[in-house]
């Protein structure tokens, strides 16, 4: 049952942000199904409140049932009521869950309540599934940052764009359309001045269904955003992070709806890592980043990312922009070592999946 609990909490993956993507299934003492359901938009149902409507609905008496739940239940009040209080009330008997929460609002009191309310409490099933699935909530509660990941199209000899700046399109349509199913699920998509400047960019979920657009990230030192910008969507959360302090433009920005955030680093840039952190407290799970080779090398020399979505068009391209500028290294051993997670053709290209080594262990 835990392989049907997952499967549901995948449907809120890109729904429940900031909240964790969780599912659960109510069972009866005889193994017939009587309820499912997942975490809802931010505010709303938890996946066991869910699962205790779908068994109302459907006339099923859940008295000494076991709920098989992707992550331990919450035990405190925050936009939505503890639902152990729930599972109880419901007459519950067992609890199956994959994972404790890391919440440290949480972090095990849910367990407790249960158990001290005489119910069942196994641990387990499915750990490495809801982890996985929830790796940027993990990130945030347990390192205060969001999970990191950067993604670039290039030609198969590493180039983003031509020396005169073209890019578009470098993949194909299903590559781009994959791209977007990796914004969806984000919190939020970062990006530079640099790409606002040379191509615009909405940047917001188009090419694939989402019940949400993700926030906007924009590193802009000098506030250099123009105002006509075609970032500034009504309703979208954009926050743009700056070094030097001018009030007037972030008067002026502000206006447009943007968010601005004073960040000042060393050398008159953002300091990057404090923006991380920043963005954590703002509750940003997953960031993923799109920008060009000057800010992804400098997230990349900083340490700052976890994991990257490379797509690789079979094109040679010779002369142009990299996907990262950093270094030099001097020596092999100053390389990022990274793991390859997964290789898949999308049309004519190829996407790689890899993590920085060691990255997720937290």
């Known amino acids: 049952m835990i392989k049907l609990a997952v499967e549901f909490a995948s449907k809120a993956r890109d729904l429940s942000s900031p909240n964790p993507a969780v599912g659960c299934v109510l069972v009866s003492p005889e193994g017939d199904l009587l309820g499912r359901g997942h975490t809802q938009r931010a505010g709303g149902p938890h996946a ?15 008295a000494g049932a076991t709920a098989w739940v992707t992550l331990e239940p ?29 919440n440290p609002l949480v972090a095990g009191q849910g367990f407790e309540r249960l158990r001290a309310a005489g119910i069942a409490v196994e641990v387990g099933p499915g750990a490495d599934e809801s982890r996985e699935l929830n790796i940027g909530f993990f990130s945030r509660m347990i390192r205060k940052t969001p999970w990191v990941r950067l993604k670039v199209a290039a030609s198969l000899d590493g180039k983003t764009a031509l020396d005169n700046g073209a890019s578009q399109w470098i993949t194909a349509d299903a590559a781009r359309a994959d791209g977007h199913a990796w914004r969806a699920r984000a919190s939020a998509i970062l990006t530079g001045i640099g790409t606002v400047l040379e191509d615009n960019p909405r940047l917001d979920v188009r090419l694939v269904e989402t019940p949400r657009q993700p926030h906007l990230v924009v590193v802009d030192s000098r506030l250099e955003t123009p105002l006509d910008a075609r970032i500034f969507i009504p309703g979208r959360t954009l926050y743009i992070y700056a070094a030097g302090q001018n009030d007037a433009r972030k008067a002026a920005l502000e206006a447009r709806g943007a968010t601005v955030i004073y960040q000042p680093g060393a050398h008159g840039k953002v300091d990057l890592a404090a923006m991380l952190r920043d963005l954590a407290l703002r509750e940003v799970n997953e960031l993923h980043v799109e920008a060009g080779h000057k800010l992804n090398g400098s997230l990349v020399r900083e340490g700052l990312v976890d994991e990257f979505v490379v797509y690789l068009a079979p094109k040679w391209i010779g002369q142009g922009a990299g996907m990262a500028s950093f270094g030099p290294i001097t020596e092999l051993s100053q390389a990022v070592e990274l793991d390859f997670l997964s290789t898949d053709r999308l049309g004519p290209d190829l996407r790689i999946v890899a993590r920085v080594r060691g990255r997720d262990l937290f």
Do not use: F
Request: overall charge neutral; some cysteine.
């Open 48 to 62: 066991e409140i869910m699962a205790l409507r779908d068994a109302a609905a459907q006339g099923h008496s859940v």
């Open 74 to 102: 919450c035990s405190h009040h925050g936009r939505t009521g503890p639902c152990c209080d729930a599972l109880i009330a419901a007459g519950i008997k067992k609890v199956v869950a994959s994972i404790a929460d890391p």
